[in-house]
């Protein structure tokens, strides 16, 4: 049992920066690799970043050289900064967790930038 809460979310102008967290409690020992996808209007779910237990991170093709994925292990807190955003950057943005059989995911937190 894994539970994410994400938090960060907001209205943004085009060209700024923001930081979303994800506070993770419950099972953490069951936690392969943890990251974020997001789901814009009318499209499908898109892989923003994860990192593995490893410390190997992974980025979707849209977040290359705009986003950093981290993470501090003692507070089990993973964090996306989100830096030069685009208006397509508009969606919600959940935190998901892999463990050995299922996926947790967090409620989400809408990301929407102004141009």
């Known amino acids: 049992q894994v539970r994410l809460a994400e938090s960060g979310g907001g209205l943004v102008q085009a060209g700024g920066s923001l930081r979303l967290s994800c506070v993770a409690s419950?099972?953490?020992?069951?936690?392969?690799?943890i990251g974020w996808e997001r789901q814009a209007p009318g499209k499908q779910l898109e892989l923003v970043a994860s990192?593995?237990?490893?410390?190997?991170?992974k980025y979707g093709d849209s977040a290359k050289g705009r986003f950093t994925i981290s993470r501090d292990n003692l507070a089990n807190t993973l964090y996306l900064e989100m830096n030069s955003v685009k208006p397509e950057d508009t969606a919600v943005y959940y935190c998901?967790?892999?463990?050995?059989?299922?996926?947790?995911w967090g409620q989400g937190t809408q990301v929407t930038v102004s141009s």
């Open positions: 998901t967790a892999r463990g050995r059989v299922v996926r947790y």
């Open positions: 419950g099972s953490i020992s069951e936690i392969n690799d």
């Open positions: 990192i593995t237990s490893r410390g190997s991170i």
